[in-house]
């Protein structure tokens, strides 16, 4: 049974920082590469940020370079996202995702159940 299990969201101020992970389960995590999305009321999901199934390459959506820093641990079956300098715009739920793409025909595409980040003074 896939699992993707999100922690570390909660109520930080502007200007303060918070590190979420997602722990996973299920399912051959080092061939995976891994995303955390975002969706704040109202408004589309978006991709934060994307890492490669080694860990070498990272990828971030410009409204939080410098800010963020995704990571992987494949010994620990782990991605984390840690998140500084904290703006009341990055409030929304976080989601953990998990994509490979075998073959252009074939993809597996996992998900996980969120986590609410909440910034305000």
């Known amino acids: 049974q896939v699992q993707l299990v999100e922690s570390g969201g909660g109520l930080v101020q502007p200007g303060g920082s918070l590190r979420l992970s997602c722990a996973a389960s299920g399912f051959t995590f080092s061939n995976y590469a891994m995303s955390w999305y975002r969706q704040a009321p109202g408004k589309e999901r978006e991709l934060v940020a994307t890492?490669?199934?080694?860990?070498?390459?990272?990828n971030y959506a410009n409204s939080v370079k410098g800010r963020f820093t995704i990571s992987k641990d494949n010994a620990k079956n782990t991605v984390y996202l840690q998140m500084n300098s904290l703006k009341p715009e990055d409030t929304a739920v976080y989601y953990c995702?998990?994509?490979?793409?075998?073959?252009?025909?074939?993809?597996?595409?996992?998900w996980g159940q969120g986590t609410q980040v909440t910034v305000s003074s």
């Open positions: 995702n998990a994509y490979r793409s075998p073959f252009v025909w074939q993809s597996y595409d996992y």
């Open positions: 890492i490669t199934s080694a860990g070498g390459n990272t």
